[in-house]
């Protein structure tokens, strides 16, 4: 078992008094027998008039915040939780003997249900990453199904140029693959689309991840793919830094289109039309409180 702390502040600061808008916030980390929530906490300034809780159809926990019409010239949301993580052996998994080597079929039941995580979102994309794509499963050839992914996975983290991007969303796939460089979501969002080419179904995971291990989620949120395995599950590649997931990575929200899963949403009104606002974002992942 792993303890770990995870503390994230996002500060919004105006030019002018705003007035803030609904925002949705995706924070809190997702519990099963892998990982346990020991104590959790959120702060928000200004003081909300009203916070709910809900599950979305990911069963992703969403803080749902409304404002009161106050104006303000800041907004700081701080969120710590402390989690056991229990995934130590991320390797140990059996997949069925159907599943072992690539190509394999889904059963119906399956294919169902996995159908939003085998339908590509970039769809204009699809040629140029099918053909990067094709290098890892080359047509007419059996492959172990996990080598196929680990390759996949470690290309990306071996021969990409991480580069950190300020701006929102994802970058195309397309253009990851011409500039050869990216940030997390980036990566997680072309593995992720060359899995639905070759037909494995996968999703967008947003979440945290140690330091220690992945020098890129220094100060920030993370961002990895997860792919389905028939009898192991969804289990977890991050292709920043070439690993499989385990108790160094925290989970927070899945789903099946990266743009869907920004950790904060929301807006603000002003009576000022040039009125501006800047961003300042602070993570910290620590274990055994020292800081990683």
Not at 159 to 170: D, I, M, N, S
Request: a negative charge.
């Amino acid at each position: 078992m792993t303890p770990l702390v995870i503390r994230h502040t996002t500060s919004y600061r105006y030019s002018s008094p705003v007035r803030l808008g609904g925002h949705r916030l995706l924070l809190r980390p997702r519990v099963g027998h892998d990982l346990r929530i020991t104590s959790s906490s959120l702060e928000i300034d200004p003081t909300p008039a009203k916070i709910t809780w809900s599950r979305d159809v990911h069963n992703n926990s969403v803080a749902s915040v409304t404002f009161t019409d106050t104006p303000t010239d800041h907004l700081t949301l701080r969120s710590e939780v402390q989690v056991e993580h229990y995934d130590i052996k991320p390797l140990d998994f059996i997949v069925e003997d159907r599943a072992v080597n690539y190509p394999f079929v889904l059963d119906p039941a399956e294919r169902i249900d996995l159908t939003p995580y085998l339908t590509p979102v970039f769809n204009a994309d699809q040629k140029v990453v099918g053909e990067w794509a094709k290098q890892f499963a080359p047509t007419g050839q059996t492959v172990e199904t996990y080598a196929l992914l680990d390759r996949l996975n470690r290309t990306i983290a071996d021969t990409f140029t991480y580069a950190a991007r300020e701006e929102p969303g994802v970058q195309r796939p397309a253009k990851t693959l011409a500039k050869q460089s990216g940030s997390c979501r980036d990566f997680a969002t072309l593995m992720i689309e060359a899995c639905r080419y070759l037909g494995l179904p996968a999703r967008f995971v947003s979440g945290y991840a140690s330091t220690e291990d992945i020098p890129a989620a220094m100060g920030a949120t993370h961002a990895w793919t997860e792919v389905f395995l028939p009898g192991a599950g969804w289990k977890g590649f991050d292709s920043t830094g070439g690993v499989v997931t385990g108790p160094k990575h925290i989970a927070v929200a899945v789903g099946r289109d990266p743009e869907t899963l920004p950790p904060v949403a929301g807006g603000f009104a002003s009576e000022d039309p040039n009125v501006t606002s800047t961003l300042e974002v602070d993570v910290s992942v620590t274990s055994n409180g020292g800081s990683n």
